[in-house]
């Protein structure tokens, strides 16, 4: 029987004009797959493989199943797994441009473990293929079908045709993905995405509400002398992941770190003023004792191991700053400027003077409604006012 005739031109189309007009990269691949098998290719399954730029993620793997994409991101040590080196993809990055298996066939190979899985859902044929990208990465797609007697020819030919067009596309999905995660990741959340947005330029920002962060590691100079550079950064990671990973895990947005110190802002959200000045300081209050909850079990895992413990202050303070881009032309930041922000790195000296490791001004005391002990009103250097600031209790609401 003759083999079924289809063409790619339609999907080639599709790609260049609508596809890449999509959100996101595994709505493309959904939708490419199912249009592939409407035009005739037989598919089942199809594994789409990308490297990725990403502090936490070393690839990315989407899987279709005829349905559904499942997204699966491997961590930055996937090349070093044995799953990954006992793998097609592995030879695919090593230089193959392409792998294929008649599984059906009593003389296939079956070096690799996936097959013998592909096999037993009574897959006949499976073939993968390399996508190269502009920067020289070798990413690959994998392609599987039950159909009897596998892919044809005329099958494998037509989906060459499509790799080219799809790689210019993903590529741009993920260059895209990329540059949102080290935005995020080395800016913040909200400021990386204002960033994308177009705010780009030196002064571009605006006035904010917020409750406004400000912690310290203790006797860090002591620290950096007895553990050495590589202890100390160690050290530091832990203390940071900590505090400013309890402000991330509550919704605030961290905007520095400034050696041992970080400044992060929780923003008002829109509503009544009273409700979301309650909700912003409830937050802060929220990560500040998590925070706590975090260093503790952090020394209980270091005292066992050894290691030397730590302790952190924090302020929280209420006010509006200028939440916008400051810096030199060729060098910016997203970070927050004004009175405020001033007072809040003031008012964190004070956890060292009362021997609190938290403190809270009047202004967010005001705002939860509490009755917290107060520590009393202090001078602080270029405050033009008393600051009354308050200690956060062990425990409690709020």
Known sequence: ?????????????????????????DALVRELCERLRALGMPLDRVGFFFWTLHPQYGGVAMFWDGHLVQVVR???????????????IARIAAGERVIRRRVERPDCPMDFPLLAELKAEGVTDYVMVEVVFSNGRRNAVSLATRR???????DIAEVQRLLHPFALVMETFIVRETARTLLATYLGRASGARVLEGQIARGDGAEIDAVIWFSDLRESTALAARLGERGYLELLNEYFECTAGAVLAHGGEVLRFIGDA????????????????????????????????????ANARRAGAGLAGFDFGVALHLGRVLYGNIGTAERLEFS???AAANETARIETLSKVTGHDVVVS????????????SLGSFELPGVGRPIEVYALPEDGPG
Request: net charge positive; proline share 6%.
């Open 74 to 88: 491997g961590g930055r040590d996937v090349r070093s797994s044995k799953q990954y080196l006992d793998s097609p």
């Open 336 to 338: 927050v400027i004004g």
């Open 362 to 373: 009047s202004d967010v005391h005001a705002a939860l409604g509490a009755r917290w002990p």
């Open 262 to 297: 970080s400044l992060a802002v929780f923003p008002l959200a829109a509503g009544p003023a009273a409700a979301v000045r309650r909700d912003a300081c409830e937050r802060a209050i929220a990560a500040a004792r998590e925070a706590r909850a975090r260093t503790r079990s």
């Open 1 to 25: 029987m003759a083999e079924a005739r289809w063409s790619a031109t339609p999907l080639v189309d599709w790609l260049l004009r609508k596809g890449r007009m999509l959100g996101k990269p």
């Open 148 to 154: 009897a007697g596998g892919f044809g020819l005329h």
